[in-house]
Structures are given as structure tokens and as C-alpha cells.
């Protein structure tokens, strides 16, 4: 089947099977490996991508159902050499442990704060609790995350 699909602001046309999961598409073929495989079932979050701007998984999204999109994963999020505020404030909040959770926690936050610009502490728990951290008790992943909300109103 031949697919197209915009992936990190670079038009992709392929000829791909259609009943690929789009988690082995973008590591195996585009070498994308910011997009993790932890579960494969959809629990974890660790594969999260954004689609048109929704958070998605990409271990359950088949690569048919690319066509026609705006793919953005953790290597397109920033902008040039200028890291994402969720990215940065990742890094000044030491909410990185062992990373395996940050690409899909990063992408779910980016497009929650996107919409909800001013959010709670509870509506930003709220907002990962798709996204599983075995590292952390999640608190710098959540001052993080209200930082960088923040910062997304002033720009």
C-alpha cells in the first residue's frame, strides 16, 4: 500500500504493508528510536507520538492509518536547536530518570498544555496518567510540566 503522511514536518510517501505497526515503522525505517516500545498493549504510554496534534499510541496504530496525517514524535517536538518548554523544563526539573517514559510523557504533556494552558497540578496528573514512570514518584515530573506551562503562556 502506498502511504503519505508528513513526519516531522518532512513529507513521506512509501509503499509499506499495511498491517505494520507504526512503532516498527518509525524506529526500523526512519530510525526514530525517541518512540519506545514498553508494553506493546497500549498500558505504558512509552510509545506515544502525536498525530494531527493528539497523542496517540503508536504500538496500536497500524501504518495505514498514517495516511493523510501530521506525525510528530520526540526528534521533530523541538524547534531547530531550541527544545520544546516540556523539553526543557524535562531537563531543569531533573524529571528525567532513566528516559525510557520522557519521549512519550513529553509529547502526551506538549499537546495537553497546548489546549489547557493554564492547568492544575491534579489536571496535569491527570493529563500523563496514560504514561507510566517506574522511576519516579512522578512530583518533578509534575513541577516540570506546571513550569513549563508557564513558560508556554509567555511565548
Do not use: W
Not at 499510541?57 to 496525517?69: D, R, Y
Not at 516540556?86 to 512519550?104: E, H, K, L, N
Amino acid at each position: 500500500m502506498l502511504i503519505s503522511f508528513c513526519l516531522n514536518g518532512e513529507l513521506k510517501k512509501l509503499n509499506i504493508s499495511p498491517n505494520r505497526r507504526v512503532t516498527d515503522l518509525l524506529r526500523e525505517d526512519f530510525g526514530l528510536t525517541g518512540t519506545k516500545e514498553g508494553c506493546g498493549t497500549g498500558e505504558c504510554g512509552a510509545c506515544t507520538i502525536l498525530a494531527d496534534g493528539e497523542p496517540r499510541l503508536s504500538c496500536l496504530m497500524l501504518a495505514a492509518q498514517l495516511e493523510g496525517k501530521k506525525i510528530v514524535t520526540i526528534e521533530g517536538l523541538s524547534d531547530g536547536q531550541k527544545l520544546h518548554p516540556v523539553q526543557q523544563a524535562f531537563i531543569d526539573y531533573g524529571a528525567v530518570q532513566c528516559g525510557f517514559c520522557s519521549p512519550g510523557m513529553i509529547l502526551s504533556a506538549a499537546a495537553f498544555l497546548r489546549q489547557t494552558p493554564e492547568p492544575s497540578r491534579d489536571q496535569i496528573r491527570e493529563s500523563i496518567s496514560g504514561n507510566l514512570c517506574r522511576c519516579t514518584g512522578y512530583q518533578k515530573i509534575v513541577d516540570a510540566l506546571e513550569a513549563a506551562a508557564k513558560i508556554m503562556q509567555e511565548e
